[in-house]
């Protein structure tokens, strides 16, 4: 794996001057992604969502590489049409590059709108990474709930009112939805553990056919958080077991990282706005209710990693 | 930007025809609060280039030497995860002054 300084030599394909909040996750994830890309040419698509309205507003773009600017519901469609143009280029001799293709999508345009899409162009065996940066709500839109908003958050579209305190259900979990399909390579990473995240871009670049990685991305507008919180609070998202890092590398479960000791969800919660309503007592038992289904998703996790 | 073109003028489906043109968009005037650098307390272990959203640490031959505050939004995150030298801080935070 290339260690900070290499990182450094190759020199940024993602620049500043875009126009996310200070502090913003999702532009770490898409600087990050394209240092660990390396020098070899990539192709990248993003669906609408804050990554892509930030970096590439007329006549501007943050996208030192080629970019194509996808709707909302398909950047995996986006980015398998060009690599199946590719391969027929290349077949007839007209290309002889080796080029990757990199999708990038938020969670709606992933867990939700977008899911189809991906899914087939991952059952299609397409030489792909999908990147999903997960800041867990629609931030564009103004912070709607989607599939990956977790229970008790706070959203426009499920607030903290008299009755209802925040979304009432789970999160789905889309990476073992991928996982599902059977794919070489399957993997969540966080932003605030660059070394993890580099590994993971490197090894599924380099592993050839579709590739899935989600990447936790604090998100300092949509969560409430104050903007130099961003890495530390993807890692103790870690910590708290919420998202574990773990790849999933030829239907083979591993887990990258074991907390040494496992910290209470509610420190990562109320260090956030969205949770905040939840520190009243007679709300104990919703955050009991998450604790357990952190435990109980970590246990089936090591099961499935113990195999 | 300087002007505006007219259509004619522009790339067909509004194509950018060139790669990484937001750095000549400043977006350093968000700043309430900017980061000064102390490089007698720095390791050089790069933290703060590779967590920085904004692309704003300056690197010469691979090292650290202070920031690009055309781009620095002021975040904080450079400072925040900055180890230091013995505990004492690389990166200090400085409220803007009008
Ligand atoms: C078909 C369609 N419906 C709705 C929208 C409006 N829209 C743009 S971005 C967005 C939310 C994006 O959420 P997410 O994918 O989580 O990315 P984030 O903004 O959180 O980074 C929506 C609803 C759209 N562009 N296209
Ligand atoms: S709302 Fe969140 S994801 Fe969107 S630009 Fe701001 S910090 Fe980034
Ligand atoms: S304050 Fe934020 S934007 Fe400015 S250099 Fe530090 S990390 Fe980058
Ligand atoms: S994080 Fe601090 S110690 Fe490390 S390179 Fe940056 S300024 Fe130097
Ligand atoms: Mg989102």
């Known amino acids: 794996m290339a260690n900070l300084k290499e990182l450094a030599?190759?020199?940024?394909?993602?620049?500043?001057?875009?126009?996310?909040c200070a502090g913003c996750g999702a532009t770490i994830v898409a600087r990050q992604a394209l240092l660990a890309a390396g020098d070899k040419p990539v192709v990248t698509t993003c669906a609408t969502g804050c990554l892509e309205v930030v970096s590439t507003i007329f006549p501007y773009t943050a996208w030192d590489v080629p970019f194509i600017h996808s709707a909302f519901e398909n950047s995996a469609a986006t980015i398998s049409g060009v690599e199946a143009a590719y391969q027929s280029l290349k077949r007839q001799g007209t290309v002889t590059e080796d080029i990757r293709f990199m999708a990038f999508g938020g969670d709606g345009g992933t867990y939700d709108i977008g899911l189809q899409a991906l899914s087939g162009a991952m059952e299609r065996g397409h030489n792909m990474l999908y990147i999903c940066y997960d800041n867990q709500a629609y931030m564009n839109t103004g912070i709607q709930r989607s599939s990956a908003t977790p229970k008790g958050s706070s959203t426009t579209t499920s607030p903290n009112g008299k009755k209802i305190p925040g979304k009432v259900q789970f999160r789905k979990n889309l990476t073992e939805i991928m996982a599902a399909h059977g794919i070489p390579y399957v993997a969540q990473s966080v932003v605030g553990n660059w070394s993890d995240f580099t590994k993971k871009v490197e090894k599924a670049l380099a592993k050839g056919g579709p590739a899935f990685i989600a990447i936790l991305q604090p998100c300092r507008l949509g969560w409430g958080y104050p903007p130099e919180l961003t890495a530390e609070l993807g890692r103790l998202a870690v910590e708290t077991n919420f998202w574990p890092l773990y790849e999933v590398e030829d239907g083979q479960y591993k887990l990258n990282h074991t907390p040494k000791e496992r910290q209470p969800i509610d420190e990562w919660m109320f260090q956030q706005e969205r949770f905040r309503h939840l520190k009243r007592p007679e709300h104990q038992a919703i955050i009991a209710q998450i604790q357990q289904d952190i435990d109980a998703r970590w246990e089936q996790l090591n099961k499935k990693c113990s195999l | 930007m300087s002007e505006l073109k007219k259509y004619k003028e522009l790339a067909l489906g509004g194509n950018i025809e060139k790669g990484g043109t937001a750095v000549d968009f400043k977006t350093g005037d968000w700043r309430s609060s900017r980061p000064i650098y102390h490089p007698e307390n720095c390791i050089q272990c790069l933290f703060c280039w590779v967590y920085c959203p904004d692309s704003a640490v300056i690197?010469?031959?691979?090292?650290?030497?202070?920031?690009?505050?055309?781009?620095?939004?002021g975040c904080g995150i450079c400072a925040h995860e900055c180890p230091g030298k013995k505990k004492v801080k690389a990166i200090t935070m400085e409220e803007e002054v009008k």
Do not use: I
């Open chain 2, 59 to 73: 690197l010469k031959d691979g090292k650290v030497t202070g920031f690009n505050l055309d781009h620095c939004k």
């Open chain 1, 9 to 20: 030599a190759r020199g940024d394909k993602f620049t500043g001057g875009h126009r996310a």
